[in-house]
């Protein structure tokens, strides 16, 4: 298994000329997002959930150009959209991730009772003002401490399941017709085991150009995005190989 850095460095290789044409992909799905966002939040907790399901099959797609990549395969659109089948999984992924957070938001919110964090955590507060808003809207320090506190535990806990699932589109884009969704995720989670802490430290190495992207007004992220998803896709791909008995043990079934 290459080191977080080889990985990097290899993602980076992958994407070299075809950069620019990802970043203008990846602009197109953000002001999708955002125009079907801003049409539609703040309706209702269904509304939000629809609009949370598009927006993950909109970003899967550069998932998929991502993937592409790491194999070596150019940016066309014939390779870059999803057969049938793909897309009945990638739904099923997309509900299964809505559901889960979903499922988290509501366990933090009866830990948190009355505190102000409930609101929080279920509101667009949580992306526009952050920890300011916890800050804010609390009546003291021992309330402060406490929101921070079931913040920190929120987070903990929502890495720990974007780590043990996100690798099961890459799953589905290899295309194992032997593999139905029930043994997909199955094979996810065996295939990430032991491997989680390599897989957040690889995504968290990104925050320094994250933080530089925000200076951009957003803009650098049409950079980063791309250079995060092929490198995620890569540390598939050599975690295929670190376990390829695993592979040949399900498929062969």
Not at 130 to 156: E, H, M, Q, S, V
Not at 168 to 194: A, C, E, H, M, W
Request: hydrophobic residues 55%; aromatic residues 16%.
């Amino acid at each position: 298994m290459l080191s977080n850095r080889k990985i990097k460095l290899q993602a980076r290789s992958r994407l070299s000329s075809h950069w620019p044409l990802f970043a203008i992909i990846t602009l197109i799905v953000f002001v999708l997002t955002f125009i079907i966002n801003y049409i539609f939040a703040r309706k209702n907790i269904i509304i939000t959930n629809i609009i949370a399901f598009f927006a993950i099959i909109l970003m899967n797609f550069l998932s998929k150009i991502a993937f592409n990549l790491s194999i070596e395969e150019e940016i066309t659109l014939e390779n870059s959209i999803f057969d049938l089948r793909s897309f009945v999984k990638m739904c099923n992924y997309s509900i299964m991730i809505i559901l889960l957070y979903n499922i988290l938001n509501f366990m933090v919110g009866i830990a948190a009772k009355g505190s102000d964090f409930a609101g929080f955590i279920s509101s667009n507060h949580f992306v526009h003002e952050g920890i300011l808003y916890i800050i804010a809207k609390t009546g003291g320090i021992p309330d402060i401490l406490f929101n921070i506190f079931l913040l920190i535990i929120y987070f903990i806990m929502a890495s720990y399941i974007f780590c043990s699932i996100v690798l099961y589109k890459y799953v589905v884009f290899s295309q194992y017709d032997q593999i139905g969704p029930t043994n997909t995720i199955r094979f996810t989670l065996k295939l990430v085991k032991d491997y989680k802490w390599r897989l957040f430290s690889l995504i968290i190495s990104f925050t320094g150009w994250f933080i530089l992207s925000i200076f951009t007004f957003g803009i650098g992220l049409v950079l980063l995005v791309p250079y995060i998803k092929v490198s995620i896709a890569v540390f598939y791909s050599q975690l295929l190989k670190e376990k390829k008995d695993l592979l040949a043990k399900l498929v062969h079934k």
